[in-house]
Every structure is written in C-alpha cells, then in structure tokens.
C-alpha cells in the first residue's frame, strides 16, 4: 500500500482553506442519518464529540474513567499556544509554525503544523467564549506567558491548571450536546477491538467495565481520541489509565503506527524516590521562566550535597554551573524540552548530580523571588509549589526544587492523513493518539493547542468529505465481522483470565519499563537497542506464561483490564525498539548516541531519514513492514537546531 | 512503617459490603496513600486474592477521581489535599486505618471503595454550560473581564468534581459542587444569558439524585481538597432565587 497524505497543492498559507473549499460537504438534513463513534474524551475527543453533535450527526462517544470529565488533558498545567500577537513582540502563524517545525527537528509536515498555527488563534476564542477563566490582567485583557522553545509570548494559560479549564470547556460542549440527545456517553467502557467491515471501519467492541458485558457498536466513522501511550515506560507522568489499548488493537487492524519511538522525556519532573513509585509528576514547564537550573561545578559539592554535609545555600554562587544558560546563552533555561532533559542527563551521568540519588538537578526560584517578591511568585506558582512541597516534603520557597526528566507525552501514534483519517478508510486519530503535528519533539503549550485544534476545527470539515462518498445508508451490527471481532475479544479475554501464574501483571509492567527507560528512553544506542528486543521478547512470552489474572470477566475486574493493557505495551515496547534501531539518526526525542555532534545535540540525517516511518502490522510474531511517508519542505530551511 | 488497615469490602451494589482487616506491612513514609494501597494490592494478588477496587486515575490531584473516607474524613486528615496527593507521613507507624467509600444515596458503590458518581455529570449536563457552538464567537479579547472577578470566578471553577463534599456532609448534599458551577458561569459575562435558568435546571437535577439538604455546617468547605468555599452556595441560592422572580 502506498502511503497518501493527501496534502493540498498551493502555496503553504492557503492550502487549508483551498482544502475547506474542496471538500465534500454533508447536507444538514442527512447528517442525522450518520453515526459517529468517538473514543475517548479528552480536549480532542470532547471537542470532537460535541462540535460533530452541533453539526447534527449522531455521536456515541465513550471513555473508561467514570466520566468525560476525568480525561488526562486535565493534568495539563502550563498553558496552550495561540498565535494571537497580543504582545505586539513579533508573533505570527508563520513564526508558530516555524517553531512548531524547528521545534520538531524537521520530522513534521509542513501542511499540518501550519493549519495548526493557523487555527489557534480559533481555540483562544472558542474557550473564552465557553466561559474558560483564562488568566487576565487588570485591565481585563488576556494575559500571556513565554515557554520554552519560543522567543515570543503566546501562550495563554489558566494558573497551573490549564488542562483541567480547557477539558471543563469541552466537557461543558459536549455536556450540553449529551443533554440534547445528540451525544450518547458511554463512561467506565473501554474499546478492545475495531470492526472492519469491507475494508472499512465501522464500529467497535468494547468492554462495559462494570459488569463485564461486551458489546458491540456500528457507526460509519470511528474516531481514536485516545491519548498517548507513554506508559509503556511504566513511570511516566501520565495518569495511571492512560494506554494504547484502542490505539494498538486498531493497528493490528490495519491502522498504520507512525513514528513510534518519538517520546517525550519532560525536563522537569519531581525525581523517582523508590521501587514504589506508581507515577511521576511533572513541574510545569513555565517555571523555567522564572527558575534557574544549575548543578554544583565539581563532583566533589555533588557529593557533599548527596551526603547531606552540606545545603545547597551552602554552595556559592561561582561554584554553580547554570548549565543551559551557559551553553544556551540566547534562549537559556527556555530551550526545548529533549535539549534540557539530555543535559540534565549529561551532568548527572558527569557525576554532578544531586538529591540522594544524584539523578536530579536544581531547579532555583531565589533569584526571583528576590527580584519579584515570594508573593508575585505565589501569584503565579503557588499550586505547583504546593503540590511540590506535598509530594517531597521540602518548601520550595525556601530551597530549591529537585527535578529530573520524565517521559511526559508520545509524538508518535497513529498514522493520519491530512484529514486526520488513518490507513484504514473511516477510522480517524485525533489529538495525542496520532502521529502528526509535532515531529519528533513537541513544544510545550502546543499538546492542548493540537488537540483541540483536531477536535474543534479539523475533523468537523474533514469527516464530512468520508461520510458524503460513502452515503447515509444505515450502518448495524448484524454484519458477521462484528460478531467475529467480539467473539475474538471474548477468546482473548479467557485467554488472559486463564493465566494464573506466579508474577502479578504490575510486576510485567515494571519489567517493561525498566527495559524500554534503560534502552528506548533518552538516549538509545544500537548495542541496547538490540539487547532492548531480546528482552522483551522473552517478558512478552514470559507473560502468557507466568502472569497472575484474577477474577472473572462479568464482574469488575481491575486485573483484567490492567491485563489486557500491559499485553499491548509489551507488543508496542518491541515496535518502538524496532523503530528505534531503523532510525539512523538522533533527531528530538529521539537520541542514538552513535549519531551527535562534536558538542553532543542530536545530529540528523536529512538525506537518508527525513521520512515519517509508518508501520504495518502483519500479523502474530511476524516482522512489521516498514512504509516511508518522505517529507517535503518547500517553506523551511533544515538547518541544525540551534538555541545557543 | 507497618500499619493495619480496615477496609470497607463490596462485590457490587446489590451485595451487602463489610470490614475487611489487612496488614500493610513496610510502607514507606514516602509513599502515597493510594501507592500503599497498591502494595497491599500486589500482595493480595499475589495469594490469589481478589484486590481491593478504588477509582483514581491521575494521582496528581487534579482529575478528581480518588476519594475514600480515611478515618472518617474524606481524602484523610489532610486539608487541601486529594487522597493521591497524600504522603505516608501524615500516619504514624502501627495506626490502624479504617478505608470506606463515599456514603451517599446518591452515589452508589461500584465495588468495594468505588462509587458512582455519574450523578453529578447530569446535574452538569442540565446546564452547567454556556450555550455556544463551535465557530462564529467574538475574539477573546472582545470580552474584556477585570481581573477580580475573572480570579473570583476561577477559584469557584477549580473544582475537580470528585464528591468529598458530598461525603463531608451529614445530609449528601452536594450544594458545594452544584454552586462552584453555578457562580462561575454567574459572575462571568458570557454566563448572563443563561445564568437563571442554569440555576434552575442544575438544583432541580441536583434534588432529582436524591442528595440532601443544605443545613450550613460547612463541613463540605472544610474538606473539599480545592477549598471550595460555601460563599458559592450563598450565591446559588441567590440565582435560584432570583430565578423565580426574574424571568431571565
């Protein structure tokens, strides 16, 4: 199969609106005669479920939490992206794409990051008008704030809670659209299969999770909101739920994976204390606006601090080495995301860590509270000074903050079109779940941005142009696919429920992410890579062997769904190693120690790898095949990244 | 730290619950209440025992899907703090910890530890929107809100909706996370046009649950994680009042 991202032809600014124009529209009166299946409700799927509910489709959509309202987009702390300019200081949509692209590393395409510059100006407004009490000034303006890989201030934030705000948004949309009976919400279920119905996508299997009945639903689109699949590292700083479950069984329906092995390992997290530790959490990325990050300059303070001999007030001021303000004089503390975290690593590696572990670094507010006062600070940091001081016990006013990078977000997923539809015609990957906008290192304030992007201004226009080529006829579960495709759900689930081994299915977990952190995390070489395969290899057999599931399927059985979940981690973990060892370069997140230059940043290889590496399944212990999506840049120069 | 723990133990909703006595044995200070609970967990599973079921989901204290009354009190003897948010050493070696779900009519247990609570989605999905379709609003900063009560009206919307205060109070009443709903739409501008009916819809669905009445023990501000206050429940009552008298 060859790979179409059906990019508009024109010039870069007017490819979306040509596109608008040229897709196929649905007309009102027959748009009550789809059904639309949305997975997942966070900001892309609850802006997706209740802008296609106003359209007049009819959407069922479904989450496992208890309710839409829970979603992961709600631990979203710094903020959301938007090229409004409204700090005169030279922002743009060209120059929110340039970032987003360079950003990136020159992994992403150009027509999709630029119809997301584009459309967030759209998102500020549509929240603001949903009622989203973003942070204001005095005089009743929006206010703004800088974040990292940008010289410009364009992100709009909510305190440190900006997720939760915009998900309450959406929710309140799509709440309103449950209310006038155009949205069916389906909580506490999960999706375990896709239904492929000639080659198309129509419904889906899930798994009711409180009393175990699995059902089946037919629509004529089926939408992936469903998030990232960072906890296949086991501790991330995703919500303990979050999975690729829907996701992965869609790919092993044919659903290309794109990119798998970009993840995200965010800068500054609070530091792991033990064996256990169930989850990381982050410190948004906004405090390096007014934090500084440093270690002592020799091993030997290092030690001294690690031993406790000494404070870190106790280190003067000329024995501290600010090592991104040193390296990065122009953009400093607020360079991207992969470079702070590598050199967190490369000075902890260097001995010249600290924390007990010595696997953290400071990250320091004295110079700003001395210069804006403890309350200013507070005013705009105090929830996640709390919460800081919560979790490790130390007051961050007063000392500083211990961080250490932590997987954080997947920039792979889903292979999507420029419609956002995935290989397999009618099934759609919004948000996080797909591959698309942020190359192979997202920007901070620009997950929010591209979700709600998705869901709000994409899939409404493109949806459309699917439905209208294959009509309104009704689609119903009476097609044998379904009760084949549940039929294999329910023989995987006795599988599962028949295990009864001697190692618990956490313990699988933890296995994995200590293989995938060690081998597949920051840095990867092909030597570990390749150690990192065999490995898993043995876990996944291991696991079907030895794991202890318990309970029974008609019932609520936390064991099961855990179960099922770790499965396909197991299965993603060995793609995400392959996709790893093909990829002869280090670009973003991505960072093969083979390839780097002379002052160790990621060193890309355009000729060979600037291509979106699209995997397709092929069926049990069989090797995926590789399809190349060459990526054209017609608007940008690829140069080395550079934020010195 | 070694700790017993009596644990509230339910098959479903339709089977009587009863306290379960477990050991938790070696638990750090350092740890979160719910990682304790994992270990416990890993243990039970371990002897081919069925774990115990709790709701929680972020464990940054921002989804509001954790709960557990801890010694009688919602989200434990912390103030301000989700149960995922508390540490270990907030206990002291030896304790005896009594676990129970949220108890409320209208929140009926799931299994074990895990309620329903889908009650409150459908207080909020009678009204606690504004009603506005994708496309076609002003831009963001045509709607110029001063600061005071754009800051007033987000410490009512930083509710994260997980049910403590309908735990806290001796009536279940949940007038604490209906009113956070209610104020902020109220005092923002983009919430006038629907702001009486809104607090109609939202208490009437409120009563249909079953949840009690307001009887002003402000237990619920007491123990809300986010610190909800009950000046939001004085101006629910107000809006509902007006409601009536005004015809919006």
């Keep these: 199969m060859k790979l179409d991202a059906k990019i508009p032809e024109g010039p870069l600014a007017e490819k979306w609106s040509k596109h608008k124009f040229n897709l196929k529209l649905v007309n009102p009166a027959n748009k009550r005669k789809y059904d639309i299946i949305v997975v997942g409700t966070g900001l ?112 709009f934030y909510a305190r ?44 889906i299997v899930t798994r009711n999770l409180v009393n175990g009945k699995i059902e089946t639903h037919a629509a004529h689109a089926v939408l992936l909101c469903t998030g990232g699949y960072g906890n ?92 991104l303000e040193r390296k990065y004089p122009s953009f400093g503390n607020l360079v991207p995301r992969d470079v702070a975290s590598r050199n967190a690593k490369q000075v902890c590696d260097e001995g010249r860590g600290v924390g007990k572990s010595g696997l953290a670094v400071f ?9 804006l006062g403890k309350d200013t600070v507070a005013a705009k940091y105090g929830n996640l000074f709390d919460m800081y001081y919560q979790i490790t016990d130390e007051n961050p006013y007063e000392q500083p903050m211990r961080i250490y990078p932590a997987v954080h977000y997947t920039m792979g997923g889903l292979w999507v079109d420029y419609n956002l539809m995935t290989s397999v015609p009618g099934l759609y990957a919004l948000g996080e779940a797909n591959f698309s906008d942020h190359g192979a290192n997202r920007l901070g304030a620009s997950a929010l941005m591209q979700g709600l992007a998705d869901g709000y201004f994409v899939i409404p226009y493109t949806v459309g142009d699917y439905l209208a080529t294959i009509g309104p006829a009704p689609i119903n579960t009476n097609h044998p696919a379904f009760e084949q495709t549940k039929k294999e759900v329910e023989e995987n689930i006795k599988t599962l429920l028949s295990l009864r081994g001697n190692k618990t299915v956490d313990e699988y977990h933890r296995d994995l992410g200590k293989i995938m952190w060690e081998y597949c995390g920051m840095s990867r070489s092909e030597e570990g890579l390749k150690k990192a395969k065999k490995l898993i290899s043995d876990l996944r057999e291991d696991f079907w062997k030895n794991a202890i599931v318990l309970g029974e399927g008609e019932e609520v059985n936390q064991s099961l769904e855990k179960a099922g979940r770790v499965a396909d981690f197991i299965e993603l973990g060995e793609l995400m190693v392959d996709d790893a060892l093909n990829r002869n370069e280090s670009c973003g997140g991505h960072f093969r120690e083979e390839y780097q230059t002379p002052e160790g940043e990621a060193l890309r290889n355009d000729d060979d790898y600037a ?16 399809h190349k999506e060459e990526l054209v840049f017609e608007n940008v120069k690829l140069t080395q990244r550079s934020y010195k | 730290m070694n700790l017993t723990l009596k644990v509230w133990r339910q098959k479903n909703s339709q089977t009587p619950g009863k ?70 050493r907030s206990f002291k070696d030896g304790e005896t910890i009594v676990i129970e779900p949220w108890r409320a009519a209208a929140f009926p247990v799931v299994k074990d530890l895990a309620v329903d609570r889908s009650a409150f989605d459908r207080i909020q999905q009678a009204g606690g929107y504004v009603s506005v379709g994708t496309g076609g609003v002003p831009d963001a900063n045509e709607i110029l809100i001063p600061k005071t009560i754009a800051d007033e009206a987000f410490n009512s919307a930083t509710c994260i909706g997980c049910g403590a ?21 109220a005092m923002l501008p983009q919430g006038q046009t629907e702001r009486y009916e809104r607090a109609k819809a939202m208490v009437n669905q ?28 004085a101006r629910m009552n107000r809006e509902y009042f007006n409601a009536e008298f005004i015809k919006g």
Aim: hydrophobic content about 35%.
């Design chain 1, 44 to 155: 892309a799927g609850a802006s997706a479920a209740a802008s296609l509910a106003e359209l007049g489709y009819n959407v069922k959509a479904f989450c496992f939490q208890d309710s839409p309202r829970r979603a992961h987009s709600i631990a979203a702390q710094g903020g959301i992206n938007a090229a409004k300019n409204y700090r005169n200081d030279g922002d743009s949509v060209f120059r929110l794409f340039y970032d987003t692209i360079k950003g990136g590393d020159y992994r992403a395409r150009e027509a999709n990051v630029y119809r997301l510059a584009e459309v967030s100006v759209n998102i500020i407004d549509q929240c603001v008008a949903q009622g989203v009490p973003f942070a204001r000034e005095y005089g009743g303006l929006l206010d703004n704030r800088s974040f990292g890989g940008a010289q410009v201030s364009r992100t």
């Design chain 1, 611 to 626: 291509y979106v590496a699209a995997w397709e399944y092929k069926g049990k212990n069989q090797p995926e095949e590789l």
């Design chain 2, 165 to 185: 205060c309908v735990a806290a109070c001796k009536n279940a009443s949940a007038m604490l996370f209906v009113s956070a709903k209610v104020s902020q739409y």
């Design chain 1, 160 to 203: 440190g809670q900006t997720g939760q705000q915009l998900l309450l948004g959406a929710y309140s949309a799509l709440n309103r659209q449950i209310n006038e009976g155009k949205v069916k919400m389906y909580t506490r279920s999960e999706m375990l299969d896709l239904v492929v119905v000639d080659g198309k996508a129509q419904g």
């Design chain 1, 363 to 371: 990250l320091d507010f004295s110079d700003s509270i001395n210069r």
């Design chain 2, 206 to 233: 409120m009563d249909d649950e079953g949840f009690g009445s307001c009887t002003n023990t402000y237990a619920c501000e007491a123990q809300c994680p986010k610190e909800i206050k009950v000046t939001n429940i």
């Design chain 1, 232 to 323: 296949v590292f086991y501790l991330s700083t995703n919500a303990m739920g979050s999975n690729v479950t829907a996701a992965w069984r869609a790919h092993k329906r044919g659903a290309f994976f794109g990119n798998p092995c970009y993840t995200q390992i965010h800068p500054t997290c609070i530091p792991v204390t033990g064996d256990h530790q169930s989850k990381l959490t982050l410190m948004s990325e906004s405090l390096r606006n007014d934090g500084r990050v440093w270690v002592p300059k020799t091993v030997d303070l290092s030690q001294k601090l690690r031993n406790g001999e000494i404070k870190a007030k106790d280190i003067k001021e000329e024995d501290r080495d600010y090592f």
């Design chain 2, 19 to 88: 306290f379960v006595t477990y050991k938790a044995e070696e638990i750090s200070p350092d740890m979160s209440f719910l990682e304790m609970l994992d270990v416990v967990n890993e243990k039970l599973v371990k002897t081919q025992e069925d774990p115990i079921q709790f709701d929680h989901d972020c464990r940054e204290g921002i989804c509001g899907m954790c709960s557990l009354m801890i010694n009688g009190e919602p989200h434990g003897p912390k103030r301000a703090t989700t149960t995922c948010q508390l540490h270990m």
